[in-house]
RNA sequence: GCGGGUGUAGCUCAGUGGUAGAGCGUCACGUUGCCAACGUGAAUGUCGUGAGUUCGAAUCUCAUCACCCGCUCCA
């Protein structure tokens, strides 16, 4: 029999029977299943709906409703959001999801670096050979000249959008000593695209939101104009987004529609890096307090040649999934984004963003400080610190952290929920249909579903009924047997240990009893 | 995007050219005394999809789709 709190290596689950389970037990289905399927698409059945949900709401509450003590003893303000998933097409130009990858991208095959194929120039130096380098920055490859003995004046400067690609393989990538390691220039663009309006031009053409940030700075002046708000505050928002992956993997891992849980944390420039560690730390609790054991979390911190066009630090919170382990995988994101998207959507929209800090201000004058630097601290552009976390990928580590092999069990496995995100929270069975126990089960199923998602079977034997709770993931069943007709009190089969518990729970005492274990 | 593998009932699979199968699960009825019990009965398939070869295709050929593994990719 199991024991309580063994340790389960993911690298000891089989992706491959997760799978199944989730589809034999309704949390997660292929999409459009009966056409043959879409790459990239997953349906989530009922179990898997309620286990999101359920996750869901417990960011919700953790960011918005109940958020975290902030580093000053208070707590931090967050408001909530739902943006729309089609915006103004020129939010994509401002954000440079358009202009930085719909343009064509050429690859090192050497190094693994990507460039835009319109940002590299290259030296070209008959006889001697060709560099390219990074555009109107001819000293990055410096050395690289000196030690071949070229200077900038003995060739001409092409940018790589005028060579023809057949003439890539003389080309020194900006980052190699050896030529021809630069791949023909290819299409990069993740976005989804579509049209407003019955008709399809260039002039209504609109894109799927490839992440729900950007909604959130679009909002940014609405809701410091209408809500009261005060530096530092966050705005959350959790919705769909859609990139359309290369190659989608992993089950829900990668797919080409997801659902993010993002907040974006508006605070004073100075103050941006206290806040990057305070979430960095504050989003590992949470991650934990979704009873996903320690060791299976980590901290990787961003190198700066992997960090994003808008972002100065990166750290991610990564899961050792079944098919990464021994290594890790994404699961959130915390980024600092500086001011970048800000100060993007001031330039293309016109309106201003600027924040008038009334309290920086306060604290600048009376601390002395200079005209200048008065007038620096009380009005500026907000820094950006952003946590954002798949939740779908949320409801994929906890699938992966709750199954449970366990070859003493009839079914062979269980799902080791925390009860708080169990999408069943109890089971309440008769033992046997007879001498009054159903009419018992019946009157205690009636009371318990008017506060938990509880359910009520009669069907078959009691083994194939726990058998059954244990593949949902439901940590209770309540079996109302001949002894309860006497003392008013049921057994209680605790999934984690597969037996029952040594005490009865009187019958007034379940729902004290399921509040009590949902709220841990 | 490249290479390899897989695809038959809800699941696991058998079926190498001649009527579509088994076990488990599911459902119904009976029975029941705590871990997929037992008895009886029932439902469930465009054999991933589409073409081709053939008198006849789950089976042979081609294409295509989906999933898995390894590369690649992942702002």
Redesign the pocket.
Known sequence: MAQENIYTDPATKS???L??LC??RGFVF??S??????????DYGPLGTALKNNIRDWWWRQMVECPPIGPDGEPVEIVGLDSSIIQNPKTWEA???VG??SDP?V?C?ET?K?YRQDHIEVLIVDDKGCWGFPENNIDYIAKKLKKANVSRDDGTVKNLTDIDTSEYEKIIAPDTDKPGTLTAPRE?N??FDSHAGAIKSDENKVYLR??TAQGIFLNYKNIVDTMRVKMPFGIAQVGK?F?N???????IF??REFEQMEMEWFCAPAESAKWYDFWKHERMRWWESLGVDKANLRFRDHDDD?L????KMCVDVEYKY??TAPGYG?LEGVAHRGCFDLTQHQEHSKTKMEYFDQAAQLAAKEAGKSKEEIAAASKYIPNVIEPASGLTRAVLVLLCEAYTPDPD?????YMKFKPKFAPIKAAI?P?????G?PEIATKLYHELRQKYVVQY????????????M??AGTPF?F???????NDNA??V??RD????LAERLPLDQVDAFLAAKIAE
């Open positions: 992706m491959e029977e799978v199944a589809k034999r292929p999409a299943e009966i056409y043959g399927g879409i790459n990239g698409f997953w954000s440079g999801h930085g990858f991208m690859d095959t693994k990507r990069f993740l976005m490839p992440e987004s990139r992956e290369v190659t989608p993997r992993n089950f990668r797919s992997e994003a066009h808008y972002s079944p098919f994404e069990r009839p079914a062979g496995v069975f033992l046997v249909n007879k001498d126990m079977d009669a069907k078959q034997s009691i083994g194939k009924r726990y058998a059954r244990d593949e069943c079996t109302i047997d001949g002894d309860t007709l049921v057994t089969r605790d240990s597969g037996q029952a």
